[in-house]
C-alpha cells in the first residue's frame, strides 16, 4: 500500500506534466505446493510505466508536435538516447533543434536535427518531415520500442529503454500533429479516488492490528490471572 501510494504521489505532482506517463504497481500471484491443495498468495510485483497515450491539445504553435499512437519522440541525452511525448521543439540560434532540457531531437536515422532560425516559416508533416519555403530541411524522427523493453524515467517526462527503439514505418498510426501537444496520461479524479482507497484500506489495517493487539494484551492478562 505504500508503493502505491508513492506512485499515486508521483502521478498527481505530474498530472500537468505534458508527456508525462503515469505510474502503476502490479500485483501478482505464487502458488504453494506444500500441502495436498495448492494456496494461492498475493504478492506486490513490479512497478511499471503506464503507456496509454494522453490526450493531445491544440496550443497552435508550429514547434509544438504531439504524436499519435504507440510512437516516441527521441533525444539525445548524456546517458544514450532516451524517447518521449513531450513535442515541445526548440530551434537555438545555432539552427539545432532542442527539447526544454536542452537536448538534441534526432531524426529517424539517430542524429541531431539542425533548421535555418532565419529560413522562414515550419511545417511539419504526419511523417515528421520538416519544411520551409515548400522545400523538405530536416526530419523529425517518431520511434516504436519493443513491447518486452524496460523503461526507465529519465529527465523530464523521458524514459530510457535497454532495448533500441526502431523508426516508425506506420505514420497513419504513430504521425505527428503540428501545433499539438500531448498532455499527461493521468486523470487525476481517477488518482484521487484511489488515494481515498488508500486511506480507507490503512484505516482497516489499523484497525485490525490494534483488534489483535487488544485480543493479545486479554489473552496475556487472562493466562496471568490464571498462573
Given at each position: 500500500?505504500?508503493r502505491r501510494l508513492d506512485s499515486l504521489a508521483?502521478?498527481?505532482?505530474?498530472?500537468?506534466?505534458?508527456?508525462?506517463?503515469?505510474?502503476?504497481?502490479?500485483?501478482?500471484?505464487?502458488?504453494?505446493?506444500?500441502?495436498?491443495?495448492?494456496?494461492?498468495?498475493?504478492?506486490?510485483?513490479?512497478?511499471?510505466?503506464?503507456?496509454?497515450?494522453?490526450?493531445?491539445?491544440?496550443?497552435?504553435?508550429?514547434?509544438?508536435?504531439?504524436?499519435?499512437?504507440?510512437?516516441?519522440?527521441?533525444?539525445?541525452?548524456?546517458?544514450?538516447?532516451?524517447?518521449?511525448?513531450?513535442?515541445?521543439?526548440?530551434?537555438?540560434?545555432?539552427?539545432?533543434?532542442?527539447?526544454?532540457?536542452?537536448?538534441?531531437?534526432?531524426?529517424?536515422?539517430?542524429?541531431?536535427?539542425?533548421?535555418?532560425?532565419?529560413?522562414?516559416?515550419?511545417?511539419?508533416?504526419?511523417?515528421?518531415?520538416?519544411?520551409?519555403?515548400?522545400?523538405?530541411?530536416?526530419?523529425?524522427?517518431?520511434?516504436?520500442?519493443?513491447?518486452?523493453?524496460?523503461?526507465?524515467?529519465?529527465?523530464?517526462?523521458?524514459?530510457?529503454?535497454?532495448?533500441?527503439?526502431?523508426?516508425?514505418?506506420?505514420?497513419?498510426?504513430?504521425?505527428?500533429?503540428?501545433?499539438?501537444?500531448?498532455?499527461?496520461?493521468?486523470?487525476?479524479?481517477?488518482?484521487?479516488?484511489?488515494?481515498?482507497?488508500?486511506?480507507?484500506?490503512?484505516?482497516?489495517?489499523?484497525?485490525?492490528?490494534?483488534?489483535?493487539?487488544?485480543?493479545?494484551?486479554?489473552?496475556?492478562?487472562?493466562?496471568?490471572?490464571?498462573?
Amino acid at each position: 500500500m505504500t508503493r502505491r501510494l508513492d506512485s499515486l504521489a508521483s502521478n498527481l505532482a505530474n498530472a500537468n506534466t505534458t508527456g508525462f506517463l503515469g505510474d502503476g504497481l502490479k500485483f501478482d500471484s505464487v502458488l504453494s505446493a506444500t500441502g495436498a491443495t495448492n494456496v494461492a498468495f498475493p504478492i506486490a510485483g513490479a512497478d511499471y510505466i503506464s503507456l496509454a497515450p494522453g490526450a493531445a491539445h491544440r496550443t497552435g504553435n508550429p514547434l509544438d508536435v504531439a504524436v499519435r499512437g504507440e510512437g516516441w519522440l527521441s533525444v539525445m541525452t548524456p546517458d544514450g538516447p532516451a524517447y518521449t511525448r513531450d513535442g515541445r521543439l526548440f530551434v537555438d540560434p545555432a539552427g539545432e533543434v532542442r527539447s526544454v532540457n536542452g537536448y538534441p531531437f534526432l531524426d529517424s536515422g539517430g542524429a541531431p536535427m539542425n533548421i535555418d532560425p532565419s529560413g522562414g516559416e515550419i511545417s511539419i508533416a504526419v511523417d515528421g518531415s520538416v519544411h520551409q519555403r515548400g522545400k523538405a530541411v530536416a526530419s523529425i524522427g517518431i520511434f516504436t520500442l519493443d513491447a518486452a523493453a524496460r523503461l526507465r524515467r529519465y529527465d523530464n517526462s523521458a524514459v530510457l529503454s535497454d532495448r533500441e527503439a526502431t523508426p516508425a514505418g506506420n505514420f497513419a498510426k504513430n504521425g505527428l500533429m503540428q501545433g499539438y501537444l500531448q498532455r499527461s496520461n493521468i486523470d487525476p479524479l481517477t488518482e484521487m479516488s484511489r488515494l481515498i482507497e488508500i486511506q480507507r484500506a490503512f484505516d482497516h489495517i489499523s484497525a485490525c492490528l490494534s483488534m489483535t493487539d487488544n485480543a493479545q494484551q486479554d489473552s496475556i492478562r487472562s493466562l496471568g490471572s490464571q498462573a
